[in-house]
């Protein structure tokens, strides 16, 4: 069973169209996490969720929005997709954001292209 | 503010051949992260060092934990194609938000057969 899933693998789209990420995971975790890796692989935090609350919210244009239905669910709406948008966008949980030697588990991923 | 630095961005090394990525931080980590991403793939957690001046043997694979928890080290000996992939070093920073890490650029690593 996959722990940390995230849907599309892949997504290729047109500037301007709006498009959602979606992740869920089956670990019992408490914090999710949004993290955006640029092609010098890069691994810039954009969000994190505890219990459905956010907790991070790094400097990131309003153009993203993220939303937590539940603690095993942490999904990303872009609006009008822009070409530096394009990069890899990897979900990640840990157990409790109460303590700081909790280790994260990342997703496999999405791979986002803007044309 | 707080960084976390990680050194070199590139390596290329010949299958046998040791390497050795280091990271440094501008404050004190509560602990040091170390995860590995292969090509294509996404990061993977390796291993957790919390105590000053800890080292962990995981195999070929050998972290260390500098005394003023500042810095750290991952050095793998004889390396194999199998270590193909970047490695990042990953820690909160005493007073950082709960469950902040702060990634290091990681080191890409190429080992040629």
């Known amino acids: 069973d996959t722990a940390v899933s995230q849907t599309p693998k892949y997504l290729v789209t047109q500037m301007g169209n709006d498009k959602s990420i979606k992740c869920e995971q089956n670990l019992g975790h408490d914090t999710m996490y949004w993290y955006k890796q640029d092609s010098k692989k890069f691994l810039k935090i954009m969000f994190s969720y505890n219990n459905k609350e956010l907790i991070i919210n790094e400097t990131v244009p309003n153009r993203f929005s993220p939303k937590s239905p539940d603690k095993a669910h942490l999904n990303l709406h872009i609006n009008s997709l822009e070409l530096g948008d394009s990069a890899v966008y990897f979900c990640?949980?840990?157990?409790?954001?109460?303590?700081?030697?909790?280790?994260?588990?990342f997703g496999p991923g999405t791979r986002l292209l803007v044309l | 503010g707080q960084q976390v630095m990680q050194i070199p961005q590139y390596q290329h090394v010949q299958e046998g051949e040791d390497f050795t990525t280091y990271c440094n931080s501008s404050?004190?980590?509560?602990?040091i992260q170390w995860y590995k991403q292969r090509p294509g793939g996404h990061p993977v957690f390796l291993i957790q060092?919390?105590?000053?001046?800890e080292v962990k043997k995981q195999k070929r694979l050998t972290f260390q934990f500098g005394e003023a928890k500042k810095n750290s080290s991952l050095h793998i000996t004889a390396t194999q194609t199998t270590d193909v992939g970047t490695y990042f070093c990953a820690g909160p920073t005493r007073g950082s938000t709960l469950g902040r890490l702060y990634f290091g650029r990681g080191t890409q690593l190429t080992v040629w057969p």
């Open positions: 990640a949980s840990s157990q409790d954001e109460t303590s700081d030697q909790e280790t994260q588990y």
């Open positions: 404050t004190t980590l509560s602990n």
């Open positions: 060092l919390v105590k000053s001046g």
